[in-house]
């Protein structure tokens, strides 16, 4: 498949994107406006840098380096795109009016190049995994200078790419700089066409987190006004549908031995909260929901937390953290976040989209895999038995975070010769 073909196809199916925006829109209400955006018709400022920086696991990646790149050069005008209203949410909180922000358009030829005309960009940062075949065709040809921050590469995704190689070897020679995580995710972008001189291994955005005594302090503030100051809590982080019965079923084996007991059900999507409130309630647990703003008392089994920008918080609030997407076909979510606020963390084994950063947590003893809710029960109880052993995985982990630091410098760097090249 050629871009022509994947264009003609995109074309033929573009009623699809209009029903799928109608379908979206009905679970989440986040989704029923802006479609102007979702197309390339709104009008917008023209701009020396587009960041893309797609959802909020990528946006809070790349806020650090949009900040750096804004303290150095602050004549710099920038746009940052995202695809999803939880990235935008985040985009908003951390900026306000000081950069211009919209969605991303669809990869329709017309809308990007009418997106492209209005922003008129003259270098663009697309972070992680993003790459759009007409975004860059159409930026390359406008002269756009292009890179691809805290790169990522499975093997999963390489073979993808393999397998259409008119599509995917223009778009990904058309990248001036790549900034890749590891060594071995490099090697895969050299493999499928890239040269050797545009790609530079700077590790992890995500190792650089930065996380305020602010933000630590606020979390034990919330602790304390819990009650629980030495009941067992634990969270269970952006979790997706197919997880949420193994969490309740780990909470119930805990609640044996803990009764005073606390899971933090987080939900990945908004679009899941009241599913996911509902659920928990049919199981026969006593819940409150974060977002009716009730107190959390010492009858409360599970706190759902459907509310934006608190996971890190319910992380610094508790003793243990799981991570999901990673029970499912997913790839996962980043296990950096509680590990930085001083959790030790378990995964599930579906976490490609981290694989370098479990397995080092995991060598490190600051992380466990378990393959079921019985597992995860099972190290649930004995970390709760046994704090000495949590503490150790906590200070693993918070040695491995602070030993990978750097590559935001590293990255800002190639940012900085992208901008002034």
Known sequence: MNRFLYSTILYLLSPLLVVYLAFRAIKSPDYRGRWGERFGLTRLKSTDLLVHSVSMGETLAAIPLIRLIMQSHPELSITVTTTS???????????????QHCYLPFDLPWCVGRFLRQVSPKSCIIMETELWPNLVAIAAKRGVRLMLANARLSAKSAAQYAKRPKLSRPMLQRLDVIAVQTQVEAQRFIELGVSQDRVTVCGSLKFDLSITPERLANAKLLRQTWGRKTSPIWVAGSVHPGEFDAMLTAHRQLLAQWPDALLIIAPRHPEQFSAVAEFVASQGFELIRRSSNLPVTATTQVLVGDTMGELLTFYGAADQAFVGGTLINNGGHNPLEPVAMGVPVMVG???????????????????????????????????????????????????????????????FLLAQYLITA
Not at 85 to 99: E, L
Not at 350 to 379: C, P, Y
Not at 383 to 409: I, S, T
């Open 85 to 99: 209203p939880t990235g935008s949410a985040q985009v908003r909180k951390a900026f306000g009016d000081s950069v």
């Open 349 to 411: 084994p579906n976490h490609w989209d981290f694989a370098q950063i479990t397995q080092m947590l995991a060598d490190a003893g600051g992380l466990k895999v378990v393959a079921s809710a019985d597992e995860l029960a099972a190290n649930l109880i004995e970390y709760f038995a046994k704090p000495e052993l949590r503490l150790q995985a906590v200070n693993a982990g918070l040695a491995v975070v602070e030993a990978n630091r750097g590559a935001l410098q590293r990255q």
